[in-house]
């Protein structure tokens, strides 16, 4: 889709002109990308010379900040009236004390956003409005810097990453990070379940890998503030693209029903009745904070580390949908009637309460009509479910058969907040540890937080006895051996 096209369409259209008149956003100053080279080889060089200063800046010389002010103003408006039309927003207040600390923190700040959609981006932009700052710089790579989407997204002045990079690359991309931290630049860190490549395809909340661009930018500043950002979708933009990926992805975007029809509407410029088709296509959308909390240069700074908060805070905050809850509810039935899924629902429901009060110490994050009306949590979840064909209506509409499996356990992960290791390979688990179990997990966990060639190395102590591991998890360390070190 060229801007241009979609401007005047959007510029036809009533309902867009008057959003565009009242909507505002503080354009940021021009990026000195070449100071911001320089800068990175320098922070590089003091902070982890490595005797490869031509290779380095070679490699400084292919990154940079995708900004265009003549046309920013006007793309952010776009988008941000799309997604407004796409989505209806079910978020939660923001907490004061949270929007208080980001504004009140004097160094750089991470946004670091559990990944689901590509729709994640324009949402972040919505969230930092909110708080009141301005919109961070975004971190982008692989199929999305480049075609259509990438066109949308240079609004949001996106660092474009290769989804493979070799060793200098990599470096340079850190430091690259770490002078736009000391520049005063916010960034927005999407996680992924491994090195800058895509989502995880089948739903699961596993450990994301951070970049190692967020411990340079504390070892250059002394400090950063890491915001998680949980954001849950009713229905997965890109859902049937994630578990299927035979086109990208708009052809898997839309309801069947209303992909066959749009692009002829847009072939037409019919704008109207374009957008009205695509009035709350998606559904609802939730994006809620969880709590920010700082780095510091001491012995406390590890990847792994920054990691386990960071997706903890996601899991804890992650709204749970109808259409999630559903999926989860109904996995393993050949036959599902409105009428008799009440009791697994209820039965679900009750498993996550229980997992989250002995996990998280908290409510699940239910979405309010599961609290307030189980019949309409069943009607939502199975509509959502039958248009995005995860399941199918009988000829009779007596009940419903599962459709597209992959789709369906992709929902069902959606409401599961237990957070799985990055590789199943790269994980070892200690179950029911005695004293000397103990001592050799907690030796090999602290080995694998040191050292930055096991970050993506993951221990899970397992233990029957439910007493130890409340302790274990309230008190952060054994009640009985080395009382004196903490658990990571």
Known sequence: MKQTRAWKLLDSYVGYKQ????????????????GLRAKALKLAQEHEPKGDYRELIKALSDLDVAYDPVTLGRVSAMLTFLTRTMFRDVSGALPETYRT?????????????????????????????????????????????????????????????????????HRAYSWFTASLADSGESQAIFSRTSRYTVRSRDGILREPYVPHGVIAAVKSTGRALVIPVAISYSCIPEDAYLTAPRFFPILSMLPLRKSLGLPILFLLGKTEKLLRGLDLVFGEVAVNLGEPFELADDNSLSMQRISHKAIEEIARNKLIHPSQLMAKAIIGLDKIRPKTIRQR?????????????????????????????????????????NVRSAVRKSPLRRYYTPGNLPLLNFYAYHADRRIYPLRGRNTLTVVNAGVWGYTLALHIGKNLLKKEDLSEHSLILYDSREDLIERLTVEGHHPWHFKEVALP
């Open 19 to 34: 959003f565009e008149k009242y909507f505002s956003d503080d354009l940021p100053a021009p990026i000195d990308v070449e």
């Open 101 to 169: 600390r980001i504004k009140a923190f004097k160094g750089p700040k991470f946004f670091f956003v559990g990944h689901a959609s590509y729709f994640d981006y324009a949402h972040t932009a919505e969230l930092t409005r909110k708080i009141g700052e301005r919109i961070p710089i975004m971190h982008v790579c692989g199929s999305i810097t480049t075609g259509w989407v990438a066109k949308w997204l240079k609004a949001f002045r996106c660092v474009e990453v290769p989804k493979n990079l070799a060793p200098v690359q």
């Open 345 to 385: 629902l209820e039965q679900e429901i009750e498993n996550i309460q229980a997992f989250f009060e002995k996990r998280y110490r908290k409510e699940p994050p239910f979405h309010p009509i599961v609290t307030a009306d189980l019949d309409e949590t069943i009607r939502r979840g199975l509509s959502t479910l």
